[in-house]
C-alpha cells in the first residue's frame, strides 16, 4: 500500500486551482493574501506561507524533503468535509455575471467550481471569493452579503511574524540597541494554552520595571496611554 507523504507540494493549476485555494486559504498564516496559478501549494512552509511563488520544479530546488503529489493524493491527504456551519444559498444572476467579468484567472476557476449559473452557492464559497477579492471588491462583496459573515474579532493576529523559538521582537535590533535596551525588550506573546494572550498580545522583558499611564495634550483635549521602561 502506497503512503501519502506528510511533506507534499501540489502545482496550483486553472484545473486544480478552486480545490486548492480553501485549503491554502485556511491553514496558511494570516498576513498572507496571494496564492495564484502558477505557485505551488505546499504542506507547510518555514515563513507560515503553505506556498511557494513559482512552478514546482524550482520549489523542489529549495523544498527537496517536498514530495510531488496529484490531485487525487491531495483530496485524500486533506479530507475535505463540509464545514458545519456552510449553508447554501442563491444569488442573483446578474450579480454572478459582475462578479465573474471583474475576476482574474483564478477567481474565475474559483467561480466556475463552487457557483452554479442559477446563482446557487454557500455562504463559505462567499467569503472565500472576498478572501480572494482585491481591496476594492472586498467591501463590496461584504456589503452585498452581509449575512455570510460573522462578526469580526477585535484582535489582531500576529501568529504570522512569530518564530520557530516562539517570539519575534517588535523592534528592530539596532533600534533597540540605539535606544539603549534589550534587542527583546518588547516580543509577540506566544502562549498557546492561553488564547487570550496567545499571538494577539505583547510580551514585555522582565529585566525592565514597566508602568503604563495617561498622558495627554496641554489643553487636555486629548488623552493617550504611554508605556514607561525603567531599569531595575
Not at 493549476?13 to 491553514?27: K, S, V
Not at 462583496?141 to 449575512?147: F, G, R, V
Not at 499571538?199 to 495627554?216: A, I, K
Request: proline fraction near 6%.
Amino acid at each position: 500500500m502506497n503512503t501519502l507523504p506528510t511533506k507534499w507540494c501540489i502545482e496550483a493549476t486553472e484545473e486544480n486551482f478552486a480545490e486548492l485555494y480553501p485549503w491554502w486559504r485556511a491553514n496558511a498564516s494570516e498576513s498572507w493574501k496571494s496564492f495564484s496559478i502558477g505557485h505551488t501549494l505546499m504542506s507547510s512552509h518555514r515563513d507560515g506561507s503553505c506556498h511557494y511563488a513559482n512552478r514546482i520544479e524550482i520549489c523542489r530546488m529549495y523544498n527537496p524533503e517536498h514530495q510531488p503529489i496529484t490531485i487525487e493524493q491531495f483530496r485524500q491527504i486533506t479530507n475535505p468535509t463540509q464545514n458545519p456551519m456552510t449553508k447554501p444559498i442563491q444569488i442573483s444572476r446578474k450579480l454572478l455575471k459582475e462578479y465573474y467579468e471583474a475576476s482574474t484567472r483564478e477567481q474565475k476557476a474559483y467561480l466556475a467550481e463552487h457557483f452554479k449559473l442559477d446563482g446557487t452557492t454557500t455562504d463559505e464559497a462567499i467569503r472565500v471569493l472576498h478572501d480572494m477579492a482585491c481591496n476594492i471588491w472586498k467591501p463590496r462583496i461584504k456589503k452585498n452579503h452581509p449575512d455570510c459573515f460573522p462578526e469580526e474579532s477585535k484582535h489582531f493576529d500576529f501568529s504570522g511574524h512569530v518564530e520557530k523559538n516562539g517570539y519575534v521582537s517588535v523592534i528592530p535590533e539596532d533600534a533597540a540597541e540605539s535606544l539603549g535596551l534589550n534587542h527583546n525588550f518588547i516580543r509577540v506573546r506566544h502562549s498557546p494554552k492561553n488564547e487570550k494572550t496567545h499571538c494577539r498580545s505583547f510580551y514585555l522583558d522582565s529585566d525592565y520595571n514597566w508602568e503604563l499611564v495617561q498622558d495627554g495634550t496641554e489643553d487636555g483635549d486629548v488623552v493617550i496611554m504611554a508605556l514607561i521602561p525603567t531599569k531595575k
